[in-house]
């Protein structure tokens, strides 16, 4: 999962670090700093939402669901590791 977050302000370069959740990456950043994708792995969405909250301005948040495509296709690797 992936949540999208576009923020008033460009990004602040601490935002990332004052987030601290395990799990929760910066996969991109884009529109001159004020739109944010954060990468998540096994965390809830509303842990990133509450935290971001709390360190920046928001203007809108996504939450983006992987493709089918993509979770049939993790799960079928998995299934081949020795």
Do not use: H, N, Q, W
């Amino acid at each position: 999962r992936r949540v999208v977050v576009d923020l008033d302000e460009p990004l602040d370069p601490t935002l990332a670090s004052e987030l601290d959740v395990p799990g929760v990456f910066v996969e991109a950043i884009e529109a001159d700093g004020r739109r944010v994708t954060f990468a998540l792995a096994g965390v809830p969405a509303g842990a990133v939402v509450a935290r971001l909250a709390g360190a920046a301005a928001l203007r809108d948040i996504s939450v983006v669901e992987p493709a089918i495509e993509d979770v049939v296709a993790r799960l079928y690797a998995a299934t081949d590791a020795p």
